[in-house]
């Protein structure tokens, strides 16, 4: 029960759009770790997030966990992606023995809300987390930077915003720099790199959320070749 509430969840279905996830643990035969994704439907489309918790295995997990609940709760009071960030580090670092810890998350939270013309209004906050990157139906990348500090660490945190249009087709991809940094390749040293990422985007470009991160999770893994990894998470979404 406890290894399964620290998975993935299951996405619910958003009217006017269409997503998908992406996870692979790092190498914990109990398919746990660091990072993760969440989506919480709203009245106007849905509100995502996306973190990396520093460190792996169950003791990540367990912050994970504890993250995921958090947001699940303070989301009923603050919506807005910033502005719930920064109730989100307040609370984790309130908890008791936070300090003792020393564990903090980076992370992406974004409001998704439909528009008449059937695209898609992204409102993101940033917390020291990996650009996401919006694949254009034409094969265009465009790397949304965002930057802001990692949650958990500081009470004086600063968090940053961005705000992007999906047109109906377009794809939103965030990831965690499991994906980025995986070391494969014919020295089994090279990292998977932000290039092949990008060539891996463009060249699927007008795929469904679904078909393209399993297309990245196989271009990755077959990088890998069986080496060790870090934790990776992909949440893709696309307006209808």
Same mark, same amino acid.
Request: proline letters at 3%; a negative charge; one cysteine or more.
């Given at each position: 029960m406890l290894q399964n509430s620290l998975l993935p969840p299951e996405l619910p279905r958003l009217a006017g759009m269409t997503l998908a996830g992406g996870y692979r643990a790092a190498g914990d035969s109990l398919r746990i770790g660091g990072d993760f994704y969440d989506l919480f439907? /709203?009245? /106007? !489309? +849905? @509100?995502? #997030?996306? !973190? &990396?918790?520093?460190?792996? +295995?169950? !003791? =990540? #997990?367990v912050l994970t966990g504890r993250v995921r609940q958090s947001l699940q709760t303070l989301r009923?009071?603050?919506q807005r992606p910033r502005e719930l960030m920064e109730l989100l580090n307040r609370a984790l670092l309130d908890a008791p023995g936070a300090a003792a810890r020393a564990q903090f998350t980076t992370l992406l939270l974004g409001t998704l809300t439909r528009e008449p013309d059937g695209g898609l209004l992204v409102r993101l906050a940033g917390g020291g987390h990996p650009a996401p990157l919006v694949v254009r139906t034409a094969g265009g990348i465009e790397a949304v930077r965002v930057g802001g500090m990692p949650v958990g660490a500081l009470t004086d945190a600063r968090f940053a915003e961005a705000e992007i249009r999906l047109a109906p087709g377009d794809l939103l991809l965030t990831y965690t720099d499991g994906v980025t940094e995986a070391r494969g390749g014919p020295t089994e040293l090279a990292m998977f !790199? &932000? =290039?092949r990422l990008c060539q891996a985007l463009a060249s699927g470009a007008g795929l469904p959320p679904a078909a @393209?991160? &399993?297309r990245v999770l196989q271009l990755v893994d077959e990088w890998l070749d069986g080496q060790p990894h870090d934790d990776i998470a992909m949440l893709a979404v696309a307006a209808a």
């Open positions: 439907p /709203t009245s /106007t !489309g +849905g @509100l995502f #997030a996306l !973190g &990396d918790v520093c460190g792996k +295995g169950v !003791g =990540a #997990a009923l009071v603050e !790199g &932000d =290039a @393209l991160v &399993d």
